[in-house]
T-cell receptor, first 114, second 114 residues
Framework: AQSVTQPDIHITVSEGASLELRCNYS??????LFWYVQSPGQGLQLLLK??????LVQGIKGFEAEFKRSQSSFNLRKPSVHWSDAAEYFC????????????FGAGTRLFVKA | ETGVTQSPTHLIKTRGQQVTLRCSSQ?????VSWYQQALGQGPQFIFQ???????GRGNFPPRFSGLQFPNYSSELNVNALELDDSALYLC?????????????FGPGTRLTVL
């Protein structure tokens, strides 16, 4: 069955420290992979996406993610966290060929302490 | 360019009632997907509309139905509301169907069923 697992329900990071949010997926083929961010009361905003090619993907707001096929992972990273990064982060997979259904993980809530 | 808009922002209904939620897609987009996001969960795919036809459906009962209009705006209708229908309902538009297309999300409609 297709699924996305985000093992960490919440993470607390000090401002200026580095961040890594974990994402593992289960999919029958190579999926499209996404990271979204959701601030309180807001919809989801796309941070970055992976379709093919270079396994290290750069996104907006200084985020990057690395696709590791052998580990079925797509972890999100940021070298230095800002207080404004506090939000909920969702990893998602979309169908590679045709199809329509995007599957989201349960999310990781990021808290940033001063 | 206008982004994805949803109305109403908040809605309170009682069990057994019916509700209609509305979504205006981003200019130039012909595909709308609807998601249900329960508290503390990731979005769950309800269905997708592509050029006024339902293009796919997630694991939701038939009392969840939708429409897409010639201008590609969309409605989500839920009949016989249940307490578990309380959630944030998100719509997302994309340039066309297919998992590779970036989805642009609206801010959502918060539905509370009492």
């Amino acid at each position: 069955a297709q699924s996305v697992t985000q093992p960490d329900i919440h993470i607390t990071v000090s401002e200026g420290a580095s961040l890594e949010l974990r994402c593992n997926y289960s999919y029958g083929a190579t999926p499209y992979l996404f990271w979204y961010v959701q601030s309180p009361g807001q919809g989801l905003q796309l941070l970055l996406k992976y379709f093919s090619g270079d396994t290290l993907v750069q996104g907006i707001k200084g985020f990057e993610a690395e696709f590791k096929r052998s580990q079925s992972s797509f972890n999100l990273r940021k070298p230095s966290v800002h207080w404004s990064d506090a939000a909920e982060y969702f990893c998602a997979v979309g169908p590679h060929t045709g199809g329509f259904k995007t599957i989201f993980g349960a999310g990781t809530r990021l808290f940033v302490k001063a | 360019e206008t982004g994805v808009t949803q109305s109403p922002t908040h809605l309170i209904k009682t069990r057994g009632q019916q509700v209609t939620l509305r979504c205006s897609s981003q200019s130039g987009h012909n595909t709308v997907s609807w998601y249900q996001q329960a508290l503390g969960q990731g979005p769950q795919f309800i269905f997708q509309y592509y050029r006024e036809e339902e293009n796919g459906r997630g694991n939701f009962p038939p009392r969840f139905s939708g429409l897409q209009f010639p201008n590609y705006s969309s409605e989500l209708n839920v009949n016989a509301l249940e307490l578990d229908d309380s959630a944030l309902y998100l719509c997302a538009s994309s340039a066309t169907s297919g998992g590779y297309n970036e989805q642009f999300f609206g801010p959502g409609t918060r539905l509370t069923v009492l």
